[in-house]
């Protein structure tokens, strides 16, 4: 959760409904059993310890709502702890990013804001202390020749000719480093374990290295950072964490996390691993992250493609549809490729009920009513939401010209295509029945305006008093009063379901994963849309207002997700 590293090999299955079911509650489970036996005198005090290197993902998401979830559910406390023990890649940025991330989620650390920064100090003394024990020394190996001892998964590691070194001398190198008067990479303080250990991290593991740099919190005052393993332990006993939870890829560090503490004499916490989350479609790695944000792949980290927490917000996503897949998936002891469609559905589910309904065309074709009278506009009564009664309804102007959807019309239609062709009628919605009788054409034969004409007696949609039916319902949007805008069309950013497999993930990457609309119509109560404001556009999808690129009077819309929720048909077939 603190680092980037690799999570074991597994094989990757689309999670269904009966196996998030079965593993969801082993910790909670952990934690009541905890309870009644008196463990941790019956508190509850959790941690989310986000490196501030890099914006929050979707994974994280899941840590920070599983952290305060918990802790929240047992009458406990989460704290938000920051690991900045590498100044070489952490900063304000990322910190401020955070802390914006977690409270839009809409969860509170209220006082308990924390970072490893603040314990150098303490962390520092506890390093002495393990010297004084015998238990930590300082190694003058190279950092190359520090990997050669180490030994393989085969062949046990060498000890360093170091490793001998009499207390004192210890004692007064680390002092030295902490001085500064060694540079980087001459030495480091290891913990004095077991170099033939079976778990390669407890092959006297570096605590301590040299980093000649700035920290953006405690500034020169420091040479010398402690490593995650050491700093995170110690951190969770002295904030008196109980249940320390992290990704699986930490169950090999747990034997060193235990160690420090037992050898320390200090105050124990659990750690208790759980699967983290692997998404079709994206990519979690911060690593890969970074490269697709300082490669230009993607406009930033808050572009909407990007599976960060700021991309969700930006394209459209909600606190609620987040926090409610992470519900859903659960908490699995192994690792899976969660269905990005699953995701999907639950932004849908929570927009159905609270997003207005509007009319847009994103891509316009003309339509002249010609019995309609030339320049009388009426307004017609639309429903905001028909899930949500109390949202009323809005008054929507209609004039002899307005635009459809290009694809809503087709000059030689195929037998199934119900919607506009010559001679055909259909019904434009809240407002008229409409009959084709002519198509104008440019220079080029491209079709640039429709001829039509309309019934009279059946506005608002209603049937005529003949009873004659229509197949077909279009949406549209006055022309003289239509919104000039862009919409932005988002894909999934990879073309394969698990880009973490490819050779390189780059070759995967879909090169329609957006796509820039201009000269979309909509309505023209949208002129003034608040940044973040989401709508459905009818009949396309979920909408919301670019907060960015929007200006007053001139809002951008990215579509959030479309209307075909492929998730319920899944669930609803069994699969």
């Known amino acids: 959760m603190g680092n980037d590293k690799q999570a074991p090999p597994q094989e990757a299955q689309i999670i269904d409904a009966e196996q998030r079911l079965g593993s969801s509650n082993f910790i909670r489970h952990i934690i009541e059993e905890d309870l009644e036996t008196g463990k941790f005198d019956g508190r509850v005090e959790t941690r989310f310890p986000p490196e501030p290197n890099g914006y929050l993902h979707?994974?994280?998401?899941?840590?920070?709502?599983?952290?305060?979830?918990?802790?929240?559910?047992?009458?406990?406390?989460?704290?938000?702890?920051?690991?900045?023990?590498?100044?070489?890649?952490?900063?304000?940025?990322?910190?401020?990013?955070?802390?914006?991330d977690v409270r839009w989620l809409g969860f509170d650390w209220g006082a308990h804001e924390y970072f490893a920064s603040d314990y150098f100090d303490r962390l520092y003394?506890?390093?002495?202390?393990?010297?004084?024990?015998?238990?930590?020394?300082?190694?003058?190996?190279?950092?190359?020749?520090?990997?050669?001892?180490?030994?393989t998964l085969n062949e046990p590691g060498r000890e360093s000719p170091y490793r001998s070194r009499p207390v004192e001398e210890n004692l007064q190198l680390f002092e030295k480093m902490a001085a500064g008067e060694f540079e980087e990479g001459q030495c480091v303080l290891r913990a004095k374990i077991d170099m033939a250990a079976p778990n390669i991290v407890m092959r006297d593991p570096t605590l301590y290295r040299i980093r000649k740099v700035q920290h953006h919190r405690t500034g020169k005052r420091w040479c010398i950072y402690p490593m995650y393993d050491f700093a995170h332990c110690l951190s969770d006993s002295i904030e008196a964490i109980t249940h320390s939870i992290c990704t699986l890829e930490f169950v090999n560090n747990r034997e060193l996390y235990d160690w420090i503490l037992d050898a320390?004499?200090?105050?124990?916490?659990?750690?208790?691993?759980?699967?983290?989350?692997?998404?079709?479609?994206?990519?979690?790695?911060?690593?890969?992250?970074?490269?697709?944000?300082?490669e230009g792949i993607v406009d930033g980290w808050d572009?909407?493609?990007?599976?960060?927490?700021?991309?969700?917000?930006?394209?459209?996503?909600?606190p609620a549809a987040i926090r409610r897949f992470c519900d859903r998936i659960g908490v699995a002891k192994r690792d899976s490729l969660v269905d990005i469609a699953m995701l999907e559905h639950c932004?849908?589910?929570?927009?159905?009920?609270?997003?207005?309904?509007?009319?847009?065309?994103?891509?316009?074709?003309?339509?002249?009513?010609?019995?309609?009278?030339?320049?009388?506009?009426?307004y017609l009564e639309a429903v905001n939401n028909p899930e949500d009664p109390s949202m009323g309804i809005r008054q929507v102007p209609f004039s002899r010209e307005f635009y459809i959807e290009r694809d809503d019309f087709m000059e030689a239609p195929p037998k199934k295509f119900f919607r506009l062709a010559p001679g055909r009628e259909v019904r434009l919605r809240y407002a008229y029945f409409i009959?084709?009788?002519?198509?104008?054409?440019?220079?080029?034969g491209e079709i640039v305006e429709l001829r039509c004409t309309y019934d009279p007696e059946t506005r608002g949609g209603n049937a005529p008093p003949d009873g004659r039916k229509v197949k077909a319902t279009l949406h549209w949007v006055s022309a003289a009063e239509a919104l000039d805008t862009d919409v932005r069309l988002?894909?999934?950013?990879?073309?394969?379901?698990?880009?973490?497999?490819?050779?390189?993930f780059k070759e995967s990457l879909n090169p329609e994963?957006?796509?820039?609309?201009?000269?979309?119509?909509?309505?023209?109560?949208?002129?003034?849309?608040?940044?973040?404001?989401?709508?459905?556009?009818?009949?396309?999808?979920?909408?919301t207002v670019d907060t960015r690129d929007s200006t007053p009077g001139k809002p951008v819309f990215n579509r959030a997700v479309t209307l075909r929720d492929t998730w319920a048909k899944i669930q609803k077939s069994g699969k």
């Open 58 to 100: 979707i994974g994280h998401a899941k840590s920070i709502c599983l952290n305060f979830g918990l802790a929240a559910q047992y009458n406990g406390q989460c704290h938000l702890r920051f690991d900045d023990t590498n100044p070489l890649k952490e900063n304000v940025e990322y910190v401020e990013s955070i802390k914006e």
């Open 125 to 151: 003394g506890f390093a002495i202390e393990l010297i004084k024990k015998g238990r930590a020394y300082v190694d003058s190996l190279s950092p190359d020749q520090i990997r050669e001892y180490r030994g």
């Open 264 to 294: 320390l004499e200090v105050y124990h916490p659990q750690q208790i691993e759980f699967a983290r989350l692997n998404l079709a479609y994206t990519v979690l790695s911060k690593r890969k992250l970074i490269q697709l944000v300082e």
């Open 303 to 318: 572009d909407p493609r990007m599976p960060s927490i700021s991309g969700f917000r930006r394209r459209g996503y909600t």
């Open 347 to 378: 932004l849908r589910e929570d927009l159905n009920t609270s997003a207005p309904r509007v009319m847009g065309v994103l891509r316009p074709l003309k339509v002249v009513i010609e019995n309609y009278p030339e320049g009388q506009v009426e």
């Open 435 to 444: 009959r084709c009788h002519d198509v104008v054409k440019d220079d080029q």
């Open 490 to 504: 988002y894909d999934h950013l990879f073309t394969v379901e698990n880009p973490a497999e490819t050779e390189d």
């Open 513 to 543: 994963s957006l796509t820039i609309l201009t000269g979309c119509k909509l309505e023209p109560g949208l002129k003034n849309a608040e940044p973040g404001a989401h709508f459905q556009f009818e009949r396309l999808g979920y909408f």
